[in-house]
């Protein structure tokens, strides 16, 4: 698909907007895919993601090619990083613009087709292209961004423990986190307030409870 | 230069990469320029950059235009974010890769030539292209990233007193600081340590001298 200008020896490559949409579902990190019907990699698990078009906006691309392969929209995507491939004899050139989100789990829903999925990071399958690099490189930096913002407490129901602040960090992250040192640094970011009540799980002690302080700022952001 | 394949409606757009390179020079910002030989925008000042080349990764792109443009290399350039323009009948769809860099002044000399200049953000010239978007884009990036990471803390000297981070805080973000919040939240970073001498500077009281926790962690970082 690449040609090379003969007055240069740059190149005219293929674009593409790629989305990796994250949620946490059962206390694991998860990434929506789509199979793809169509050569190359036909049946494979992809990222939602699509050519850019003559004249559309990058933003735009990725908002379209999620919204017609999975039937989701009005989702804050972040682009994330581009990616460069090159596949020799195939399809040349191929630059991938990546964008990235996390949303509550609940509060999206897919169109009900068995061609989309939720994936665990933990149980992904081989994905398409370079797919698999392009949401390694996403769960990277959502891991990074939710050190130093309040990303992560979109994902949060309306009251919480700080248990379950910790569960939904670990989820993302990917490994288990000193109690005292993560209520330390999530205490410190000053986006919660106690509610005055608490909650008994168990056989533990009752739980504090604890609500967003400013939770319009929050919701469905990347 | 963009065609529109014949097979589908997706188009082979020209993709360059571009460097914001930013220092600071007597407390104001700063970022590297040089003046473009050719048309288009012939004798307009520019970003560093260029097309990139068959099979070469996109970092290498960033550096090697750097390099070639303004004589400076071993410089970490970090991806900041990819731009969308449309020319019309001109040379249709480019895709900007911009990277971008914070330097110590004193650290990086670019060839001497009169088509090499670093220019003030507040005094800028018009650039070429989409030139200032993408260096107004940068700028908000660099301001946003020093509030949390200790990356302007490698322009300091080795020892510094705090009012001396202050003005390279200012500088990049163009603004006045509370003393106050500015010196607790730097503090709260945990980069300084304090060398136990002080600093006498004209009529006012001597100042604590600082210096970096863990200076190998610094130097030139994008």
Redesign the interface.
Known sequence: ?????AE????????TADTALFSVRGGELVALTVRREREPFAGWWALPGD?????E??DDCAARALAEQTGLDAIYLE?L??F?S?YPGRWG?V?N?AYFALVPFAAVSPRNDENIAWQALSRLPRLAFNHEDILASARRRLAAKIE?SALALGLLPEVFTLAEVQAVYEAIKGERLDKRNFRRALL?LDQLEVTGEKRQSGAHRPARLYRLREPSNLGIIG
Chains 1, 2 share one sequence.
């Not at 240069?8 to 674009?15: E, H, K, L, S």
């Not at 050519?51 to 004249?55: G, K």
Request: aromatic content about 16%; charged content about 15%.
């Open positions: 698909m690449a040609t090379i200008s240069t020896d740059y190149i005219q490559p293929a674009v050519y850019i078009r003559a004249e906006a990058l682009q990083y581009t460069a090159h050139r630059f613009v130093y410190a």
